[in-house]
């Protein structure tokens, strides 16, 4: 998405590789939103130590941050045959997979591009492929947050007010992002709405990244605090909400997410608003 650094908008993603200096480059999203600052991770251990200290966060991002910390470890690799190259790929793995235990997307995204290099028959060539791999899933991230803003689109009118809870956005993702696809859909479609941001505690991810980065996009926005939600619902001042999820089963549908998510969907089903995840 668009970000003014000096007085200047360009285009960023979240996460992207450097493939000459064989580093994954990061937004450090700690020091938001008084700061902007790319960070290079030297090697897959600072890959996964990026991933443990939550520089990055959010499913879609830390996911292709660890297929592009895989691609990375393999192609450090110097020295020795197939064995040797295995065993310090499974290092590689074990070390990004445990920087984030909890979650899924790393160990999906490094499964994705282990299964991509099976295609490899020397090592030169499977150190290639991975980070083919990686850049593809990198890809497969945006081409997805794309369709669930195509989808999702429809759902905001002119004049409406959109409530979201934590940061769905494309900082949690590599570009776009889940719950502010439909927002980003409709600003680009020429529609005027605003959203309200929940702080959601105790990491402020609302109020620190969602409105940072509606404030870059100049969509209309204000940060409220995460009990105030009911007071807004029960005056008629919030017409849709759509948040995101951090994990779904895909044969019920539930979902799971940050805290806090379970009362906006309370409270929207009390007061007969619409409320929509966005996975």
Same mark, same amino acid.
């Given at each position: 998405m668009n970000v003014v650094v000096q007085g200047r908008t360009r285009h960023y993603r979240t996460v992207t590789f450097d493939a000459a200096k064989n580093s994954v480059e990061l937004i450090e999203q700690r020091l938001l939103p008084h700061e902007f600052k790319i960070i290079a991770t030297r090697d897959f /251990?600072?890959?996964?130590?990026?991933?443990?200290?939550?520089?990055?966060? $959010?499913? $879609?991002?830390?996911g292709a941050t660890a297929a592009y910390g895989l691609a990375q470890g393999a192609r450090a690799f110097r020295g020795g045959g197939p064995e040797k190259f295995s065993? *310090?790929?499974?290092?590689?793995?074990?070390?990004?997979? *445990?920087? /984030?235990?909890?979650?899924?997307?790393?160990?999906?995204?490094?499964n994705r591009v282990l299964a991509a290099m099976r295609a490899g028959t020397t090592v030169e060539e499977q150190q290639g492929i991975a980070l083919a791999a990686a850049e593809e899933f990198s890809n497969e991230d945006v081409r997805h947050c794309e369709a669930i803003g195509r989808h999702g689109v429809k759902l905001i009118r002119n004049g409406m007010r959109v409530l979201t809870h934590c940061n769905a956005g494309w900082? @949690? &993702?590599?570009?776009? $992002?889940?719950?502010?696809?439909?927002?980003? @859909?409709?600003?680009?479609?020429?529609?005027? &709405? *605003?959203?309200?941001?929940?702080?959601? /505690?105790?990491?402020?991810? $609302?109020?620190?990244?969602?409105?940072?980065?509606?404030?870059?996009?100049?969509i209309s926005h204000q940060i409220i605090a995460d009990n105030a939600a009911g007071h807004l619902m029960q005056r008629g001042e919030i017409d849709l909400v759509i948040v995101g999820s951090d994990r779904v089963l895909g044969r019920t549908g539930e979902v799971t997410n940050k805290i806090g998510t379970y009362t906006k969907a309370v409270l929207a089903k009390r007061h007969g608003i619409p409320f929509y995840v966005a996975i």
């Open positions: /251990r600072a890959t996964a130590l990026a991933i443990k200290d939550m520089i990055v966060r $959010g499913a $879609g991002a830390i065993a *310090h790929v499974e290092i590689v793995c074990q070390t990004l997979k *445990h920087a /984030r235990p909890t979650a899924v997307d790393p160990v999906n995204a490094m900082l @949690a &993702f590599v570009d776009i $992002g889940s719950a502010t696809a439909p927002m980003y @859909a409709a600003q680009a479609a020429g529609k005027k &709405f *605003h959203v309200f941001c929940d702080e959601t /505690r105790p990491r402020s991810q $609302g109020a620190t990244l969602t409105a940072w980065e509606l404030a870059q996009q100049k």
